[in-house]
């Protein structure tokens, strides 16, 4: 998992957001001393990461697998692999929810 470089928010642009006060309370709760600006900006920041392809997978985000085949060239989230259509892939689940391209041998120790 990447490593997020802390920015002072001094250098932050203020950016207001209307939260439930439920989903507020219990982000409160989940961050303990981290703050929950801080938790809202590290869940933003990871899910830029992989909706833009930049997020590195380690084998231990994968939850659980299922073997699929490859209708497309896919790229797998944990080596970088090109997986060529028609071949032998996994579809990991990862910690987030997320379904993700794994090539057949990336996962074994």
């Known amino acids: 998992m990447h490593?997020?470089?802390?920015t002072a928010t001094t250098e932050m642009e203020v950016t207001?957001?209307?939260?439930?006060?439920e989903l507020k309370?219990?982000?409160?709760?989940?961050?303990?001393?981290?703050?929950y600006q801080a938790?809202?900006?590290?869940?933003?920041?990871?899910?830029?990461?992989q909706k833009s392809g930049?997020?590195?997978h380690s084998p231990a985000d994968i939850r659980a697998s299922i073997a699929a085949t490859a209708?497309?060239?896919?790229?797998?989230?944990?080596?970088?692999?090109?997986?060529?259509?028609?071949?032998?892939?996994?579809?990991?689940?990862?910690?987030?929810?997320d379904l993700v391209p794994i090539s057949m041998n990336s996962l074994q120790k």
Do not use: F, H
């Open 25 to 35: 309370e219990r982000l409160k709760e989940l961050a303990g001393n981290q703050g």
């Open 39 to 49: 938790l809202i900006r590290d869940i933003l920041w990871k899910y830029v990461q």
């Open 54 to 56: 930049d997020y590195v």
């Open 16 to 21: 207001s957001i209307r939260l439930e006060k």
């Open 71 to 97: 209708q497309k060239e896919e790229q797998c989230v944990i080596t970088g692999q090109s997986i060529q259509p028609q071949e032998p892939m996994l579809l990991g689940l990862t910690t987030y929810g």
């Open 3 to 6: 490593t997020l470089t802390r």
